[in-house]
DNA sequence: GTCTATAACTCGATAGAC
DNA sequence: GTCTATCGAGTTATAGAC
């Protein structure tokens, strides 16, 4: 409350504008903390003044990256929208968030293939995902005769991998296809369609 | 010649195969030397007078891994197999490949990421991808009208994605279906079969 | 070839002046 | 709050004995 209002392009904004940019594009292990200063326009004693150490400043970006990760997606899947229409919602989501954060998946399953438990616990706390949920819807379409019979997992873990793996192995998908930066992500706007169609054309009957 | 046959489960194997392991679990940045040395069941001082430095021990391991990324696979498509029995084959190999060397995946696509053109001309040197041939083979099939239309690349971009990214997101795979590393590898056993069907189903008229 | 010892250096962290 | 200076741990790399 009350004119606790100070400047808000402080010094910790930049420093977390910095820190997030060297975490990501170098991970815990490969970021440096002069660098990050630098970046930031301030010394390295300053980092610490604010955040006490490497881990927790890494911490505190990690945190606010993972939230990203996971967000929207499970409230699409557990809404009332037609099947067919939750998988265009839920992959188009994704593949925005993504578009936006270049970085961020490599980040996010870095960090948790180093240290799995804790990492999965920080970003899902007690929830868990909708899985469930699906599956019961699912269950209703086939018995309809709607779609064919697939597993909720396997549906999920085919969906994320289309939308993800692209990002990850961007690099690569760029040499590949000969495209910029820009094209890339045009390339990634027309799979938001090509790869719902891919999706739906398998499991629809 | 003659004789320089030294003993071959020699000092350098040993070194080979530590530094393999250390390296595909922590990354060039995690790894130490002392690890691999222990792991050896050597000194540090020996890592150095076999490889120069450990630049030059991850540069060597990193190709022998890449080596092992990329080969068979474009064998397959470039082949004159039916392009459903293709399909089979390429994705079946993949993820054989990536169930026998459970960190591949991760490690070579970080390394990528850190240096994207050095390293994508180590692992393709003068050849490319064969993009083209499965362009040509699917423009035959479109036209005869015994599949949808598709592009190469996303087709090629699809495949992979369903192949490789389950590896990469394993802890989190993992997590969120609660198996344990064998129930893990069964289920990608399954995938093989499920994953054909799906991209099989979804390009089939 | 293999070892021990240590040099040379990098980097996160802290002390202390302003 | 912000800076300079420096410490101290941890790591790669080398020297030199065997």
Redo the contacts with the bound molecule.
């Keep these: 409350m009350a004119k606790v209002t100070k400047n808000d392009t ?3 904004e930049k420093i977390l504008a910095a820190a997030k940019q060297v975490f990501m594009e170098n991970g815990l292990d490969g ?5 990050i200063a630098d970046r930031a ?10 955040f ?4 927790k ?1 890494f911490e505190r970006i990690f945190m606010e990256e993972a939230q990203k990760f996971m967000p929207k997606v499970t409230t699409i899947m557990l809404s009332e929208m037609p099947l067919f229409e939750k998988i265009e919602k839920f992959m188009g989501e994704y593949i925005d968030t993504l578009s936006q954060n270049p970085l961020l998946a490599n980040f996010i399953l870095n960090e948790v293939s180093r240290n799995p438990k804790e990492m999965m616990k920080k970003i899902w706390g007690n929830s868990r995902p909708p899985i469930d949920k699906v599956e019961e819807h699912l269950a209703k379409l086939i018995k309809k005769g709607e779609i064919k019979p697939i597993r909720a997992y396997d549906l999920m873990i085919n969906m994320v991998s289309l939308c993800i793996f692209p990002f990850i192995a961007r690099p690569m998908v760029q040499w590949v296809t000969k495209t910029n930066d820009e094209e890339f992500i045009k390339m990634m706007e027309q799979r938001k369609k090509s790869v719902v169609r891919f999706v739906i054309d398998s499991i629809k009957k």
């Design positions: 402080s010094t910790e970021a440096r903390m002069q660098d326009g301030i010394n390295k004693a300053l980092l610490h003044y604010y006490r150490s490497k881990e400043l």
